[in-house]
């Protein structure tokens, strides 16, 4: 505490101030504090969370074609892991793939592991906005929101299953799921997260970037970028991640009320690792359920 107070020098005025501030801090943390965020209600344990992740992932494993280059794991991993290490991130066992598909995308499955597509990797201008994307999904699993939105849509059915005892006792828990008609696949309702869940995870991505070092306003210039590159459709990400709207502002009125910090602005190896990602075979970019219009990210050159 006294090196801060070291700081202020010899003005007493702002010394006692300073001290009623934090005497105050210490007593009711949540009125300084910016907003609480935690999970919302939920009808599966954490473990759930896991378990259902685990099987998803293993999933999109089979469904996707998923990068082997070590080089651009190792990169993508380094990155993830020290968001997830920070203590926002709770404590999923998160795990961080990259998917050889050229739309714009990244997603996390609940319980904690996350995909990027090598279109989104290709479209970050700096290591930072592909940081944001991933502190963003490590946000939405810490909240659990993939599981929210779940319980929410599935009140009365859900319950029943725990009461009858089907529910997690052994076997598939997603097979159990998609009985009742719940998907929780790559593509699945429960990835398309409400405007809500959005700001919460724009939220507390600004924290977790904030807390590894990383400058948060560089996720929402990347979404700010996409939504103004996208027209109409827009890329993929931002289907399932809608825009609660003012993105800038609200990651800049978040940062103001966390510790001000020297972010870096060093680029990483992204440039390097974008050029081993171009020359990967991808998959071409999902065409619109009418079946004709490419994706914009199509037209990229490689
Ligand atoms: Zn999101």
Redesign the pocket.
Known sequence: MHVHLAWLGGCHLQRRLFSLILLSSLVWPALLDARDLKPGWNLFSKEQDVQLGKEAAAQVRQQMPIVKDAGINDYIRKIGRRLASQPQAGDFPYSFEVVADESINAFALPGGPAFVHTGLILAAENEAQLAGVLA?EIA?VALRHGTNQVSKANAVQIPAMILSGVLGRGGSMMDQLTQLGIGIGANSVMMK?SRSA?RD?DLLGTRIMSSAGYNPIEMARFFEKLEAEGGSRGPEFLSS?PNPGNRVKAVQAEIQTLPRRQYTTDTGDLARIQSSVSKIRVKPARTTPAGSTPSRSRQRSR
């Open positions: 963003h939405h997260f959005e995870a991640h």
